[in-house]
């Protein structure tokens, strides 16, 4: 059964200029056409470099932020159709997490205050007491000792505070909970700590959640089903063991090679793609396909103007690319000095002394 289901979701932020800043030039076209769907009880993978939409699509399903066209059901209900009173009891079952738990937690506030607020603010809990078991079954859950009630935000580690974000969101007992990159500000050894929390509350509570994260890495072993945005729209969407296995579009291809693999030898014959320049500004995208202006394998004329819609290949494998089918035969070659290599095989071409960007650059 889906639980979450985007059709054809756009947020398009206005650009304004003029002395009053009345003058609306263009838009950001942060999210530009996203459909996907989140089945109750699953994990949704949603990775990106930065600046592709991630966060804007998140805020956009809490209707945080308004979108501009297109629908989000939320249990079959069309959330951006709810009224005020209707969508803030919505809110109580959707729930987001975000990298920096301490730019969201007020300072001055104990740990106990904290989580009590979003409960009193949606009426749970019985009275004072009734909210304390709560918070202090919800604290034992994510792993933090009863103490940390009466404790403040600064008091904690990174982790901790983590847990803290994760705790806050539990108290309000939500259907699902948007973890906006939620280890990137961790280190790597407490990042599988509260990977492997928030998988262990997905099988205890029945929880649904969206990762989303710049770094594949982070979302292949949590994910079930994983989407690959980029400017602001998906390029694949499969299952995560056949994205990992059989990734189809170039720019999945290019981020997966980024990922560094624990076994030497696999790790030195490992496809290397570099994306040369910048991610294109989201207020003037690229016409035809997106990725043109970093493909390797782009083709003349075709993929300059007509932009590929995302397409099942089989057994819900979806990807936005024309020339798929024959990049992963070897019928279409990669068309330029961009061409990936195998490190260990073939010299560098004499371009690579050129300024050549990793693929992922996210702070
Ligand atoms: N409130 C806003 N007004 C204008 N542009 C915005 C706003 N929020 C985000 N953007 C722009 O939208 C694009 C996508 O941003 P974001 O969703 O934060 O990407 P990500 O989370 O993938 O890094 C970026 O170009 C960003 O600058
Ligand atoms: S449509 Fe063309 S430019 Fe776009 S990913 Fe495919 S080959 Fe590359
Ligand atoms: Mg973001």
């Known amino acids: 059964m889906s639980l979450l289901e985007l059709d054809d979701v756009k947020v398009h932020f206005p650009v304004r200029r003029g002395l009053l800043f009345d003058r609306v030039v263009g838009y950001v076209h942060a999210v530009d056409g996203v459909s996907l769907t989140v089945e109750a009880g699953r994990t949704y993978g949603l990775v990106g470099e930065s600046g592709c939409g991630k966060t804007t699509l998140g805020r956009a399903v809490l209707r945080l932020t308004d979108i501009t066209s297109g629908r989000v059901l939320f249990d079959g209900t069309d959330l951006a159709a709810l009224p005020g009173e209707a969508m803030r009891r919505a809110r109580r079952r959707l729930q987001m997490i975000f990298q920096d738990p301490l730019g969201s937690l007020d300072p001055r506030q104990n740990i106990e205050s904290a989580l009590t ?148 030898d696999l790790e030195d014959n490992r496809e290397r793609i570099l994306l040369r320049g910048d991610l294109p500004s989201p207020a003037s995208p690229p016409a035809g396909c997106r990725f043109h202006t970093r493909c390797p394998w782009r083709q003349p004329e075709r993929c300059d103007t007509e932009r590929p819609e995302l397409t099942d290949i089989g057994g819900g494998h979806r990807v936005a690319c024309h020339y798929a089918a024959g990049i992963a035969d070897g019928t279409v070659r990669p068309t330029t000095e961009l061409a990936p290599r195998v490190l260990r095989d073939v010299p560098p071409p004499r371009e690579a002394a050129e300024p050549a960007r990793e693929t992922m650059t996210d702070g």
């Open 117 to 264: 607020e979003g409960m009193a603010a949606h009426g749970l809990g019985d009275g004072r007491a009734g909210r304390r078991a709560r918070i202090r079954d919800v604290l034992e859950r994510v792993g933090l000792p009863a103490g940390a009630l009466s404790r403040y935000p600064h008091e904690f580690s990174g982790g901790q505070r983590q847990r803290i974000g994760i705790a806050r969101a539990l108290v309000l007992e939500p259907d699902l909970i948007i973890c906006d990159e939620p280890v990137s500000a961790l280190d790597v050894s407490v990042q599988a700590q509260v990977l492997n929390l928030l998988e262990e509350l997905q099988d205890s509570l029945g929880l649904t959640y969206v990762v989303i994260a710049h770094d594949l890495a982070v979302v292949r072993h949590i994910s079930d089903r994983v989407g690959v945005m980029y400017l602001g729209g998906l390029v694949e969407e499969a299952d995560s063991d056949t994205l990992y296995a059989e990734p189809r579009h170039p720019y999945t291809r290019a981020l997966m090679s980024a990922v560094p693999v624990p076994d030497p």
